[in-house]
């Protein structure tokens, strides 16, 4: 009896043994885990703020461009306008 009781009882310690490095190798997959999510949320601003960046730009662009075709063009030097 008292041999299966040392058995159970060093089965025991070595699975509290396991348990603890297992919590321990949770631990740092959470860290992981929430230091990914953190730089993936950084890099979706980053991306959103250069989406934003580049299309204000263009769109300053695209009314420039509007207002040089809008303005009444130049007749070449020696020609002669219709009408």
Do not use: C, F, N, W
Request: charged share 35%; hydrophobic share 35%; no cysteine.
């Amino acid at each position: 009896m008292q041999g299966q009781l040392a058995t159970a009882r060093a089965g025991l310690e070595r699975a509290r043994e396991e348990a603890a490095g297992l919590r321990g190798d949770l631990a740092t997959l959470t860290a992981e885990r929430e230091a990914a999510r953190a730089i993936v949320e950084l890099e979706r601003s980053h991306g959103e703020q250069r989406v934003k960046d580049l299309h204000d730009t263009y769109g300053r662009r695209i009314e420039q461009l509007r207002h040089e075709i809008a303005q009444p063009r130049e007749t070449p030097r020696g020609m002669k306008m219709a009408g």
